[in-house]
């Protein structure tokens, strides 16, 4: 079965740097679009970061010049590099595959 597990959240004061990282299993990665996705509480949840199969991205002009996603297809695992975080940051961090139909359990980015 398809699993996403995300880990590489944490605490981190304001213009500090985070990675989080995301590993898959139960599906063809490397011919898999993967996206990143954050919710805040009381927020809707909003698509960070985008990254296709041939190496397409794109973010969202809130996270632009500040956060960039990779991947590397030998180990399933994408990554979401966030750099020069804000308060405004903080929320549940998820990454999704499959067009959004699979999801992974979330990491915790608290920017304070």
């Known amino acids: 079965h398809v699993q996403l597990v995300e880990s590489g959240g944490g605490s981190v004061q304001t213009g500090g740097s985070l990675r989080l990282s995301c590993t898959a299993s139960?599906?063809?990665?490397?011919?898999?679009?993967m996206e990143w996705y954050r919710q805040a509480p009381g927020a809707d949840c909003e698509r960070v970061a985008f990254?296709?199969?041939?190496?397409?991205?794109d973010y969202a002009n809130s996270v632009k010049g500040r956060f960039t996603m990779s991947r590397d297809n030998a180990k399933n695992t994408v990554y979401l590099q966030m750099n020069s975080l804000k308060s405004e940051d903080t929320a549940l961090y998820y990454c999704?595959?499959?067009?959004?139909?699979?999801w992974g359990q979330g990491t915790q980015v608290t920017v304070s």
């Open positions: 999704a595959a499959g067009g959004s139909t699979y």
């Open positions: 139960g599906f063809t990665f490397d011919h898999s679009h």
């Open positions: 990254l296709t199969s041939d190496g397409h991205m």
